[in-house]
């Protein structure tokens, strides 16, 4: 288990172009600047929605921790947690290649 939150964190913190020394206030400044960077209303390439809650994810996950990435299968509320896709980029290894997510 706890391997995998460390793999988990090497990915989320590859999304954010910081290496794994990276303090909480350069993960937030990186956030930030992404953030800023692929934000839909300011961006209108065809990725910057998807790129946006891809940081968005990793910044979360890195601030909270593993218990904010989980899956809401059976919820009917589809506004909260992390989009199914995300999920599959930021960690493919949780997938048994039930879902297949092509970019």
């Known amino acids: 288990m706890a391997y995998t939150h460390i793999r988990e964190r090497k990915r989320c913190l590859e999304v954010l172009g910081l290496t794994h020394s990276a303090s909480e ?19 209108k390439s065809d990725n910057a929605t998807e790129r946006f809650q891809e940081i968005q ?11 904010v990435v989980h899956m809401h299968e059976d919820s009917d509320d589809d506004d909260d947690g992390i989009p199914i ?3 599959i980029r930021l960690f493919p290894w949780l997938f048994s290649g039930e879902y297949t997510y092509e970019i």
């Open 57 to 67: 994810g990793a910044y979360k996950y890195l601030r909270e921790g593993p218990g």
């Open 85 to 87: 896709f995300i999920l």
């Open 25 to 43: 206030e350069d993960v937030r400044k990186a956030y930030r600047t992404l953030a800023l960077q692929f934000h839909p209303d300011k961006n």
